[in-house]
């Protein structure tokens, strides 16, 4: 019996529906793996088709164009190793999602998924069928067990592998960016090789997909649970890993262990690589924003800067009469600083007009929300009208506590195509921003530096609808705010659970009565990176019409 094993293990980027380039892909990572002398060649979950799909899989069309294209890999892959490559499967009339070993040219074995996430972004009890509990695939004379992404995450699948025959476990995986989240799955995983024993290979994948970003953070545990190597996270990359058979039977090979980098710089590239990927994938080469002097513009600037280049960022400052001399010159700061494009477009005509056509109707009432929201709404207009001419991908900038309060114009500063600053509370844009000026890395196509004036950072937030306007006019100061989100929005708490943290009962009903007003605006809002395990779409989901409230 061989006594050592080589799996090359790919964390690479799919495309979702992408079923070509990913073969592609899965293809040059075999040819890898084939000059390096593997046994196997392994791809994450659902690779083939790329993931998260939705209700995409479930077209007969599509499932049926990923199996031929998975069959005609496994012919193209035919003379060297074994090639493990997530994708969907028909097994009789049952659509599972399947890890299948590819060998001889054909697909020798079709692992089906038995345990079928139903949580956060994953509906995946409505788009598959579950398998049953299976046993390992052999690889020449040496038996694996290929839990699949949520199998690791529950003992019984492994425990069947490990009593059926598997000597080691390799576990493909589809698992989103939240913050701290490798903590989670590490723990898991050490579960499941402290019941087991065996070594356990974690492979995920990369790459942003709408909301979701896959960060990869791919390792290995010998058993006892000593982590024996860690890919980097976020970066594609291909690796050898090695196994060796002893007397206690087979052991990971020591390898490279990446460093993990902390929370602020894992939420910061999440956000980065989420609008590269978005728009890379959407085929958009150019962004826009309204940049307006404050504090989540700029951010917004800086991440788009960092994720497509300085060169296809444009900065659109459009003032009106309320606009502050200091709003003027820190948005031409910014926009220095990055060397981004910067456009400056007076909406003090533009909003006349309106209100000229609007008086006959308007005859009688007071000036109030109404007007300021007009100019809101005439900066949605011009800034779609550039993205339109230009092809430039308009974004929006609105931070969690806006997003949650309703804190936001619909069809004004809400019009865009996708928000990186949707699942980031306005407390951590500032820390952000900092942290952004002191740091800088290779994955970053911006400059480094303070590309955001501290004076940006540390001024009061206002929307400058009006004359000395200040967010804290309406809402609670947004430490207080953020506090009192945090208990209602990502722990679902009660106003009594405000209370019993130290804040006020009217202040907390306040807050829960404008996050249920604005559900319908976040209905219509644009897609933003995920950064939570709590984020506004997939991750939390109520009703738009709702009269209850919380009684305590």
Not at 287 to 298: C, M, N, Q
Not at 347 to 355: F, K, P, Q
Not at 461 to 485: C, G, H, N, T, V
Request: proline residues 6%; contains cysteine; negative net charge.
């Amino acid at each position: 019996m061989a006594d050592r094993f080589r799996i090359t293990c790919a964390q690479l980027n799919p495309v979702v529906g992408d079923l070509a380039g990913n073969a592609a892909k899965a293809r040059a990572a075999w040819e890898q793996g084939r000059d390096a002398g593997a046994d196997l060649v392994a791809l994450p979950e659902m690779f083939i088709t790329g993931y998260n799909c939705q209700d995409l899989v479930m077209k007969p069309a599509f499932h049926q164009a990923a199996i031929a294209e998975t069959r005609a890999l496994a012919k193209e892959c035919a003379d060297g190793p074994a090639l493990a490559v997530g994708g969907p499967w028909l097994e009789g009339v049952d659509l599972c999602n399947a890890y299948l070993i590819l060998k001889g040219g054909q697909v020798s074995a079709a692992v089906l998924k038995h345990h079928l996430p139903n949580e956060t972004v994953f509906d995946e009890m409505r788009v598959f069928d579950a398998g049953p509990l299976g046993g390992p695939y052999a690889v020449g004379n040496t038996r694996v067990g290929s839990p699949i992404c949520e199998d690791a995450w529950h003992e019984d699948v492994a425990e069947t592998l490990a009593e059926t025959g598997a000597e080691f476990l390799l576990v493909p995986n589809g698992s989103p960016y939240y913050r701290d989240k490798t903590d989670v799955r590490l723990n898991h995983m050490i579960a499941r090789v402290v019941e087991t024993g065996l070594p356990l290979i974690y492979l995920n994948m990369v790459g942003g997909q709408d909301d979701q970003v896959f960060d990869g953070g791919s390792f290995g545990l010998n058993p006892g649970g000593e982590l024996a190597l860690r890919m980097p996270v976020f970066d594609e990359v291909v690796t050898h890993v090695d196994l060796e058979r002893g007397e206690a039977g087979w052991r990971i090979v020591p390898g490279d262990i990446a460093p993990l980098p902390d929370a602020w710089e894992q939420d910061y590239r999440a956000m980065v690589e989420s609008l590269r990927d978005y728009c890379g994938k959407t085929g958009f080469g150019k962004v826009l924003l309204g940049l307006s002097g404050g504090v989540d513009s700029a951010l917004v600037a800086v991440i788009a800067a960092d994720a497509l280049g300085p060169d296809n960022v444009r900065c659109v400052m459009l003032t009106s009469e309320y606009t502050s001399a200091d709003s003027l010159g820190d948005a031409d700061a910014v926009a220095r600083a990055l060397g981004a494009r910067y456009d400056h477009v007076p909406i003090s005509a533009a909003r006349a007009a309106v209100t000229d056509t609007l008086a006959p109707l308007f005859e009688g009432t007071q000036p109030g929300l109404t007007e300021e929201n007009i100019q809101s709404r005439l900066r949605g207009l011009l800034l779609m009208a550039l993205s339109n001419k230009f092809g430039e991908m308009l974004l929006t900038t609105g931070n969690k506590s806006e997003v949650a309060v309703g804190y936001a114009t619909i069809y004004g500063d809400m019009a865009g195509g996708y928000n990186p600053l949707k699942d980031l509370y306005k407390t951590r844009v500032f820390e952000t921003c900092r942290w952004r000026n002191a740091n800088h890395r290779d994955w970053m196509k911006g400059p480094a530096g303070e590309v955001i004036p501290p004076r940006v950072i540390d001024k009061p937030p206002s929307a400058e609808l009006r004359e000395d306007q200040k967010d804290s006019d309406s809402l609670p100061d947004y430490p207080e705010l953020d506090a009192m989100l945090e208990i209602l929005v990502d722990r679902d708490g009660s106003i009594a659970d405000c209370v019993a943290a130290g804040f006020d009962a009217e202040v907390a009903r306040r807050v829960e009565r404008l996050i249920y007003l604005s559900e319908y605006k976040r209905f219509q809002s644009a897609p933003g990176t995920r950064l939570s395990p709590r984020a506004f779409w997939l991750d939390r989901r109520y009703p738009i019409v709702n009269r209850w409230r919380d009684p305590s």
